[in-house]
């Protein structure tokens, strides 16, 4: 009885595991990588936990928190393995914001920016290995007070009053109520919204809800 025990637990612990890595091995992601540091230290990331500019953390638009990523200096071959606890970058062609420590290790506080490459290393004990994206949002504002949220929701509602159905709502991240509008299928389609709120004036990002 205790042997089929431990078997079942070995075959438990194979498959989350080695299914896990298949999966991490198949997500790659290549652009430009930048960092922020002492201006931010000590405030409140996206994820509720201090900014902290010497751990090795990182803020990335879609992936969920908790998630470790291998971050490759393609200039350099240097790595650093990061945990994504913050949302970012705001700044068109971007990919990722390392903190200072993880900027430091692959060489680019000088540069602030380094072409590179971004692979997963783990994913969080919560997230589904598939990591299959439901839909994609753009959010067009984060709150720490939902009223605020919900204020700036009737001001976005206000703003695409002529496209009736449109999904316009908040949901909660972390100690963030995000304001999100659409569920699209494809990013192409968010990425066509997104710049229609940037001609605007209204400082938003494409993100990605999964399963």
Known sequence: MKKRFLIILFFSFFLTFF???AY???FVQYGWASWYGPEFHGRKTASGEPYNMYAYTAAHPTLPFGT???????SNG???IVRV???GPFKKGRIIDLSYAAAKKLGIVGSGTAYVKIEIFRLPPEAK???KIRYYSVQVGAFRDIRNARRWKGKIRG???WRIGMPLFIKKEGELYKVLVGRFKSKSKAERWKSFFRKRGISCMVIAVYH
């Open 78 to 80: 240097r790595k650093v």
């Open 24 to 26: 991490a091995k198949k």
């Open 129 to 131: 290995i598939s990591l």
């Open 85 to 87: 606890n913050d949302r």
């Open 68 to 74: 470790y990523l291998i971050v490759t200096n393609l």
């Open 159 to 161: 703003l695409i009053w």
């Open 19 to 21: 299914c896990g890595q």
